[in-house]
């Protein structure tokens, strides 16, 4: 389920005859009534995510869309955005959180499995060396990093650097090397060369190792590694984000107040607009 509509129940909120000038503004009145209801529950949805999640990202704040209500189409459909931009949707990730269950595969998950670096089954955690961001999620940098030393892309290319232009002219070429300080005869101090990152994977426990994959850091006498990613079972999520039973909530307190509210207007505005 990633969705759920907003209807009012004229008999039950009102509970009596309705005067043929209601009557008249009734779809009006509940087209308003059900676009406020939607709104009021997805500002819920959006509070609570902040209460649940630690460090919710603006993906996951804002995971809840709706389609408005017409005259016509008496009724409002809330739901999780199943598409993004860039990344997964949030109707596929957050679907664990609100229903409970297994969480689905993700797709760096499935190249390390068809690459026969990650055993199939398994899924993958962050270890205690990969540089999360600021919302404890792994860096998608990182991981298209790692997929190209393990070379568990789908494009061996991918990331690769491009050749430099070539120069036909020596002195041109040594000329552009240089930096715009080095030409002006300034003295540049040298760059430290960023560490190249070496990943390796295991497959099974080794030693102290847990299945996975590793970073291999180099000192002046040896050598050390960190784990990146640590091979797991499928994690089961219990549900917390119950976004559904919220938005029910909103309704059974919102639209009664909120349907008389707008049928009032409604009632007024066509009044005045025929005196």
């Keep these: 389920m990633s969705g759920i509509t907003a209807a009012v129940d004229v008999g039950g909120i009102f509970g009596r005859g309705l005067t043929d000038l209601e009557r008249t503004q009734l779809p009006f009145a509940i087209m308003q009534t059900v676009n406020r209801v939607a709104w009021i529950a997805r500002q819920e949805w959006e509070k609570k995510a902040d209460q649940v999640f630690d460090r919710p990202t603006a993906m996951t704040r804002r995971a809840v869309q709706y389609q408005k209500a017409t005259k016509r189409r008496l ?8 598409e993004a931009f860039k990344g997964t949707p949030p109707s596929r990730y957050l679907s664990p959180q609100v229903q ?3 969480r689905n595969v993700k797709r760096f998950e499935r190249l390390l499995q068809h690459a026969g670096i990650m055993p199939a089954g398994s ?7 990969f ?3 600021g919302y404890g999620n792994m860096r998608g940098g ?11 892309q789908n494009d061996p290319l991918q990331n690769t650097p491009k050749p430099k232009r070539q120069v036909a002219s020596g002195t041109r070429r040594k000329y552009e090397k240089k930096t715009t300080h080095e030409r002006a005869g300034l003295k540049v101090p040298k760059r430290t060369p960023r560490k190249k990152q070496q990943f390796f994977a295991i497959k099974q426990k080794h ?3 847990l299945a996975g994959v590793y970073e291999r850091i180099q000192f002046g006498h040896g050598s050390a590694v960190r784990p990146y ?7 089961a999520y219990t549900q ?3 976004i559904f039973d919220y938005a029910g909530e909103v309704f059974d307190r919102e639209m009664p107040t909120i349907a008389r509210e707008e049928l009032s207007k409604a009632v007024a505005s066509a009044f005045k607009g025929g005196a």
């Design 240 to 242: 917390r984000y119950n």
């Design 131 to 133: 540089p999360l961001d």
């Design 207 to 209: 030693g102290k190792l």
């Design 123 to 129: 899924f993958a955690m962050p270890g205690s060396g």
């Design 75 to 82: 009724y409002a459909e809330v739901k999780l955005r199943d």
């Design 229 to 235: 990613i640590i091979f797991t079972r499928q994690p």
């Design 142 to 152: 990182v991981i298209t990093r790692m997929l190209s030393q393990l070379r568990a």
């Design 100 to 102: 409970g269950g297994m």
